[in-house]
Structure formats: C-alpha cells, structure tokens
C-alpha cells in the first residue's frame, strides 16, 4: 500500500495503549485501540471465554488519493494466528481475534495465510470509524492459575 502505516499495540488482557506513526505533511490521523481483556478463565467450563476490543481511527485532510485503509494484526507471541498464545511463564493459552462474532474470519498479519488476513475497508475523510475486534479462548484447555498475556500490534496501512 501506499502512503501512511500505523503500528498499534494492542495488549491482550491488559491496557497499555502505545501509538507511533508517520503522516503525510497534509493529514492528521489518530488511531486508538480498546484492549481485548477475557477476564478470568475456567479451566473446568465446557464454553469458550470471549470479549470484544475496538480500533477506532480518523484522519482529516487526506490528499493523497488512497480509497482503502487495511488493517493488519501481527501474531503476537506465537508463530501463528490460528491460534494465537498468551503466555503465563512456560505455559501458553491459545485464543483467536476475530473479525466477526461467530469468529468465521481472523485477523491476520503481513505473513497470514490465506484463511484469514487484514481487513479492507473504504477510506474514510474528516470522519471516525471503529471495527470491532472479537476475542475467543476456546474451552477446554488444562493451564495452571496465573496471568496470561500477548501483546499484538495493529498497523494501518493506507
């Protein structure tokens, strides 16, 4: 893509925020993420954990033609995104981020396989828009009580 790339921590479980970028010296953007954070998973429970995260973007004064915006989500501690892993000290917890509810779409990075990958949407000048992020921790997985975490980093391509 051309122009302006975003890059966003987003902290799973958690909720540090950090924002970097470059812009084109007519536009503004900002971009903001909601954490996904699942709260407290039983291992005993015979249903998924979910919650739901934003990113939220707007830029004004876009000059230079783009008419999409992808976004990408990197991996994050593990090697893939089908599952992604928090990880709790030597044990991991596997979970998906999700572009819609039922969880038929993940998001995916530079690297994704075909299966899942970015989301492309139309351009949007001078106005916000906020795409849902869907987190699954699927039942039935044996992991030790402790914290589990995974950082994963949003970027914006326009």
Known sequence: MRGVRWLVSLSVLGAMVVISGRSASAQTCTVTVTPVSFGLYNVFSTTALTS???VTYSCTNQTYGADTITIWMSKGLGTTNNPRQMSGGIHSLN???CQDVACSKLWG???FP???GPITIPARTNLAA???????IPAGQDVPTGS???TILVEIDF
Not at 130 to 136: D, F, M, N, R
């Open 114 to 116: 075909y299966d899942s």
């Open 109 to 111: 990075d530079m690297g």
């Open 95 to 97: 979970y998906y981020l």
């Open 130 to 136: 906020s795409l849902p992020i869907y987190g699954k």
């Open 148 to 150: 589990y975490t995974d």
């Open 52 to 54: 739901t995260g934003t």
